[in-house]
């Protein structure tokens, strides 16, 4: 089992800046993929960004360029640096974890972007 805790969420305006983390514990030596997704409301959960064991990264292209996924491997945690927040960029963000037949979740951090 792996347990997945996000944090960092809040409010920022148009135009600013969030970074979320989020911190894996548990068997993380079975994961290879670790990522971000969204859900914003009456939405569908849409990928954001992951990264692979090899810290390959793959964007959405509404984010590429205006959001960074990152690891920390000793600290067992990924993070998401979020710039140029847009109000559609409002939405919870989940952070997903994939290895060896599995799919873990945490449990949401909301962000809310507004004037």
């Known amino acids: 089992q792996v347990q997945l805790v996000e944090s960092g969420g809040g409010s920022a305006q148009p135009g600013g800046s969030l970074r979320l983390s989020c911190l894996a514990s548990?068997?993380?030596?079975?994961?290879?993929?670790l990522g971000w997704y969204r859900q914003a409301p009456e939405k569908q959960r849409e990928l954001v960004a992951i990264?692979?064991?090899?810290?390959?990264?793959t964007y959405a292209e509404s984010m590429r360029g205006r959001f960074t996924i990152s690891r920390d491997k000793i600290k067992r945690t990924l993070y998401l640096q979020m710039d140029g927040l847009k109000p559609e960029d409002t939405a919870v963000y989940f952070c997903?974890?994939?290895?060896?037949?599995?799919?873990?979740w945490g449990q949401g951090t909301q962000v809310t972007v507004s004037s």
């Open positions: 548990g068997s993380t030596f079975s994961i290879h993929t």
């Open positions: 997903n974890a994939r290895g060896q037949g599995n799919e873990y």
């Open positions: 990264i692979t064991s090899r810290d390959i990264t």
